[in-house]
T-cell receptor, first 117, second 114 residues
Framework: DTAVSQTPKYLVTQMGNDKSIKCEQN?????MYWYKQDSKKFLKIMFS???????INETVPNRFSPKSPDKAHLNLHINFLELGDSAVYFC????????????????FGPGTRLTVL | RKEVEQDPGPFNVPEGATVAFNCTYS??????FFWYRQDCRKEPKLLMS???SGNEDGRFTAQLNRASQYISLLIRDSKLSDSATYLC???????????????FGRGTQLTVWP
């Protein structure tokens, strides 16, 4: 059974289109994340939700809108796609720790490779 | 200044070699430390946690120096299957939140050749 799943695995689209990536975790975790990994392989956090509430919102264009219908799902919708949005997008989940406390392992989905033409 | 700094490599070593990776972090309030491994075109996966007392898992040894804010990973008797990118990861308090969050280094690429 897949712990964290994402769909689609590959997404090729034209500039200006709107697309969504879906993520689901069956680990019972409270916290879910979206990360972007660009061509230089640097993994950057975009958003984090804890029990359906947004807790981390990095400096991301407002064309990116996360939605968490329940704590097992965190979807990412992207409007007006640009060339620079091409990257691999990873969803992840974990059980949160308090600041200064130990955080449980973060489990990643297989990634969605987005190519904007 | 980045939260977590790593030498990106690449490190190219023969099978059987010992290789060491280093990492520094900037937030002195950081509490949890990890090494993740990422294979080519795959997701990152936890390799091991890092404790102040140092810890070992088979051929892998991780060390933490809080005073210097420095983390290391030592791989002994390298195998071909060790070829991957190794990510240094730190859990630190997020601004304005009671929850910690993970900060990832850029990763160090390792290639083990026969």
């Amino acid at each position: 059974d897949t712990a964290v799943s994402q769909t689609p695995k590959y997404l090729v689209t034209q500039m200006g289109n709107d697309k969504s990536i879906k993520c689901e975790q069956n680990l019972g975790h409270d916290t879910m994340y979206w990360y972007k990994q660009d061509s230089k392989k640097f993994l950057k956090i975009m958003f984090s939700y804890n029990n359906k509430e947004l807790i981390i919102n990095e400096t991301v264009p407002n064309r990116f809108s996360p939605k968490s219908p329940d704590k097992a799902h965190l979807n990412l919708h992207i409007n007006f796609l640009e060339l620079g949005d091409s990257a691999v997008y990873f969803c992840a989940s974990s059980q949160p720790g308090l600041a200064g406390g130990r955080t449980d392992t973060q489990y990643f989905g297989p990634g969605t490779r987005l190519t904007v033409l | 200044r980045k939260e977590v700094e790593q030498d990106p490599g690449p490190f190219n070593v023969p099978e059987g070699a010992t290789v060491a990776f280093n990492c520094t972090y900037s937030n002195s309030a950081s509490q949890s430390f990890f090494w993740y491994r990422q294979d080519c075109r795959k997701e990152p996966k936890l390799l091991m946690s890092v404790y102040s007392s140092g810890n070992e898992d088979g051929r892998f040894t991780a060390q933490l120096n809080r005073a210097s804010q420095y983390i290391s990973l030592l791989i002994r008797d390298s195998k071909l299957s060790d070829s991957a990118t190794y990510l240094c990861v730190v859990n630190a308090p997020d601004r304005g939140s009671t929850l910690g969050r993970l900060y990832f280094g850029r990763g160090t690429q390792l290639t083990v050749w026969p």
